[in-house]
């Protein structure tokens, strides 16, 4: 069964589009003995939208466990954010790293 367009042609009563979802990938910090913590609470609420609290914990378990995940994003995203830390890192003259793993 289907619907007459305007044009005549007939097409489908359920247009119902099916949208591939894109490949998410994990942004992680990884710890270093030099870049204080304050810095990586920063990061975490400027560039990865942490309140306080989560930035905290988040901070603490890199410090404690060598690596943490700081969020889940599409690549390009992932991308930016790592290229931001990276950026912000080098301008206060810290070693902070990021890194991203396909999910
Ligand atoms: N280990 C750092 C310190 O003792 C703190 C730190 C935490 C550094 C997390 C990096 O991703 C990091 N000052």
Do not use: W
Request: charged fraction near 30%; proline fraction near 3%.
């Amino acid at each position: 069964m289907g619907i007459r367009t305007d044009t005549g042609h007939i097409t489908k009563d359920e247009t119902r589009q099916e949208l591939k979802k894109p490949p998410l990938y994990r942004v992680f910090l990884l710890n270093d003995d030099y870049t204080t913590m304050d810095f990586v609470v920063s990061v975490l609420e400027k560039v990865f939208h942490k309140k306080t609290v989560e930035a905290t914990q988040v901070m603490l378990h890199v410090h404690k466990n060598g690596k943490g995940l700081a969020g889940t994003y599409t690549r390009e995203i992932a991308e930016t954010k790592i290229a931001t830390v990276h950026t912000l890192a080098r301008e206060h003259e810290f070693p902070l790293k990021c890194t991203m793993e396909k999910e």
